[in-house]
């Protein structure tokens, strides 16, 4: 069953990925995600249910709506694929334990949080605030402990740090900043994201998350400020690179710390 199991995970997590595609298409403009049904942004014409299988349909109708010939976005499909392999990496880890739900939830939360961020550079606090109680009964539960393969809080009082560590660390900047340039450098949303990183993966490692996604955005800020007339100037999402440094924590962290280890032993 193990092998059938992962497949069904796969599969919940591309169609969970469908609907994250609504709720990133719909929130930017302050549509509702649960009605109307899906139509083509193009013509209008709601999307059949056999049109909107994940992935395989946007395969089949060749990237174009089968009404009107306009063509679909890549990110949809890839959306449904990297939701769908995120679910399968967490079965791999978590088996088949309730843990599966609750961490697979924050990791749809974080894709969510990260396409946003990106599109209109606003990290909405209807996911933010869910996510810090996610994290928080993941604590409470000692899901770091059933799961020592992965970076997570082994206690409620480990999570609870994490929060109030993460947040009060950008709060701590984004204050500093608007005293000594007069103008808002870091969102709230910002703030309330990292807590919630910090109550899943608990204080230890706030600063490795926080580290890889200042080290990831610099160098897309710096490359970004090339191209852009914007100079310096040029708004870096740092949602973005918050949900990447996040997601490699947790997967990859223990395997990153024992390669760091390894370099200062030589």
Sequence with gaps: MTPLLAVYAFLLGAIVGSFLNV????????????????????????????????????????????????GISLRYPLIELVNGLFFLAVYFHTGPRMSFFPLAAIVSMTVVLMYIDLDIQILPDVIDIPGIAIGLLMGWRHVGDIHPNLVLAGSLVDSAAGALL?????????????????????????????????????????????????????????????????????????????????????????????????????
């Design 23 to 70: 709720v990133i298409h719909r929130y930017p403009a302050g549509l509702s995600i649960v009605s109307p049904p899906s139509s083509c942004p193009g013509c209008g014409h709601r999307i059949r249910a056999w049109d909107n299988i994940p992935v395989l349909s946007y395969l089949m109708l060749r990237a174009r709506c089968r009404d009107c010939g306009d």
């Design 166 to 266: 993460g947040s009060g660390m950008l709060l701590s900047v984004a204050v500093i900043y608007k005293f000594l340039r007069k103008v808002d450098g870091m969102g709230m949303g910002d703030v309330k994201m990292l807590a919630m990183i910090g109550a899943v993966v608990g204080w230890r490692a706030v600063l490795p998350v926080v580290f890889l996604a200042s080290i990831t955005g610099a160098i897309f800020g710096v490359l970004m400020s090339i191209r852009s007339r914007e100079g310096l100037k040029f708004a870096v999402p740092f949602g973005v690179f918050l949900g990447l440094g996040f997601l490699i924590v947790i997967f990859f962290g223990h395997t990153l710390l024992q390669w760091y280890s390894s370099l200062l032993l030589v």
